[in-house]
């Protein structure tokens, strides 16, 4: 039997590995939305980001997240359409942020969302300290597929 993965074993410097393939977490953003809190955990620094948020959803699911550049526009409440997926709105809101590393944001700040589903995946847009829209999407991910440590430095 394995420990369940905890947000605070996981920050800058852990290892995750998410369904078998080892990433270094290089920047974590601690989010706060009405007392509830969340870490998303920054595993890829080049390229599209990559983020593996351990969020505390009737219980605690694991999102890996990949950043799409190449979308841009704003989010439309009603819904949206975007690789020929119609996506249906979840959530709107605004919430707090402390960043730890290399994460693309400020040190702290405020973030704007707007998060849509659709058939088992999630499609959020994220405006930090009012800047222009990121777009992400991700997939929920089984919590056994997903293991946290930090590796033993050698002499």
Do not use: K, N
């Amino acid at each position: 039997m394995r420990a369940e993965l905890r947000e605070s074993q996981v920050g800058p410097g852990a290892v995750l590995e998410v369904e078998g393939t080892r990433h270094r977490v290089v920047g974590t953003l601690r989010f706060d939305l009405d007392g509830t809190g969340w870490g998303e955990h920054c595993i890829t620094a080049s390229g599209p980001r990559e983020w593996v948020s351990l969020r505390p959803r009737g219980g605690s699911s694991i999102i890996h997240w990949r950043s799409r550049h190449d979308l841009f526009g704003e989010p439309d409440l009603a819904g949206t359409t975007i690789d020929g997926r119609d996506w249906t709105l979840v959530q709107a809101g605004s919430l707090t942020y402390t960043a730890e590393g290399d994460t693309g944001t400020g040190t702290r700040g405020t973030c704007d969302f707007v998060e849509f589903t659709h058939a088992g995946e999630l499609l959020v847009f994220e405006s930090f300290d009012g800047a222009v829209w990121e777009i992400s999407i991700g997939r929920l991910v089984e919590p056994a597929q997903v293991r946290g440590y930090h590796e033993v430095a050698r002499a």
